[in-house]
C-alpha cells in the first residue's frame, strides 16, 4: 500500500499568520491517465471530514480561498494564508491513484 | 447533491456480525462505484473495501478480507458492509464514499461500531 506521510503532526497556530502542512508518498500518485489524485480533507471536532482539494490544487466549492494546494509526483503541500479560529481541526492527505485509498496521519491545527 | 447516509452499527461481541448500510440520493448511483473507509475512535482514516459501479468486482484490505464482504443493490441505491467475526480492533465509525474521479466529494455522517465483551 501507498504510505502517506504528514508533517508536523501538530501544528500550533496564530489567528491570522499563514500555516502550511507537508504530505509526502512513498510512491508517485501520477495516475495512467495523467491526473494526481492527492486530495485535502478537514475534520472539525465531533464531525465527518469534509473535502477542501482535489486533484492537488482544485479547491471545492464553498472553500475559502485562504486554502490552497500545490505539489507533483510524491511531495504536496497545503497552506493556509491566514488562519482564522474556524481553521481548528485535523487536516488529512489522501491519495485515490492507487487501491487502497490511503490517508496521511492527520495534522492537528490548534 | 450527494447525500450519504449510514446506519446498521451497534455494539457486537467479539466473534459476532453485524451489517451496514448506506443509502444513496442525489447522483446517480448505478454508476459509481463504492468505498467503506472507517476511524477508530481517536484515530485517522482508513480505506477497507471497495465496489465496482459496473461490474461484480469487489477489493478489500488484508485486515478484513474474507470477513467484510462488500455488496451494492441499485435499485435500492444502497450499498452494505456485511462484517462477520468481528475483532475489537475494528471498532470504529464506519463511512460509506462515494468513488468520484478517485476522491470523494462528500461524508454522511458515519455509523459506530463498537466490537467488546
Known amino acids: 500500500d501507498v504510505v502517506m506521510t504528514q508533517s508536523p503532526l501538530s501544528l500550533p497556530v496564530t489567528l491570522g499568520q499563514p500555516a502550511s502542512i507537508s504530505c509526502r508518498s512513498s510512491e508517485s500518485l501520477v495516475h495512467r491517465g495523467g491526473n494526481t489524485h492527492l486530495t485535502w480533507f478537514q475534520q472539525r471536532p465531533g464531525q465527518s471530514p469534509r473535502r477542501l482539494i482535489y486533484k492537488v490544487s482544485n479547491r471545492d466549492s464553498g472553500v475559502p480561498d485562504r486554502f490552497s494546494g500545490s505539489g507533483s509526483g510524491t511531495d504536496f503541500t497545503l497552506k493556509i494564508s491566514r488562519v482564522e479560529a474556524e481553521d481548528v481541526g485535523v487536516y488529512y492527505c489522501?491519495?485515490?491513484?492507487?487501491?487502497?485509498?490511503?490517508f496521511g496521519q492527520g495534522t492537528k491545527v490548534e | 447533491q450527494v447525500h450519504l447516509v449510514e446506519s446498521g452499527g451497534g455494539v457486537v461481541q467479539p466473534g459476532g456480525s453485524l451489517r451496514l448500510s448506506c443509502v444513496a440520493s442525489?447522483?446517480?448511483?448505478?454508476?459509481?462505484?463504492f468505498h467503506w473507509v472507517r476511524q477508530a475512535p481517536g484515530k485517522g482514516l482508513e480505506s477497507v473495501t471497495f465496489?465496482?459501479?459496473?461490474?461484480?468486482?469487489?477489493k478489500y484490505v488484508d485486515s478484513v478480507r474474507g470477513r467484510f464482504t462488500i455488496s451494492r443493490d441499485n435499485s435500492k441505491n444502497t450499498v452494505y458492509l456485511q462484517m462477520n467475526s468481528l475483532r475489537p480492533e475494528d471498532t470504529a465509525v464506519y463511512y460509506c464514499?462515494?468513488?468520484?474521479?478517485?476522491?470523494?466529494?462528500?461524508w454522511g455522517q458515519g455509523t459506530l461500531l463498537t466490537v467488546s465483551s
Open positions: 489522501m491519495q485515490g491513484t492507487h487501491w487502497p485509498w490511503t
Open positions: 464514499a462515494q468513488d468520484y474521479d478517485y476522491t470523494t466529494e462528500s
Open positions: 465496489i465496482f459501479a459496473d461490474r461484480n468486482e469487489q
Open positions: 442525489g447522483f446517480n448511483f448505478a454508476q459509481y462505484g
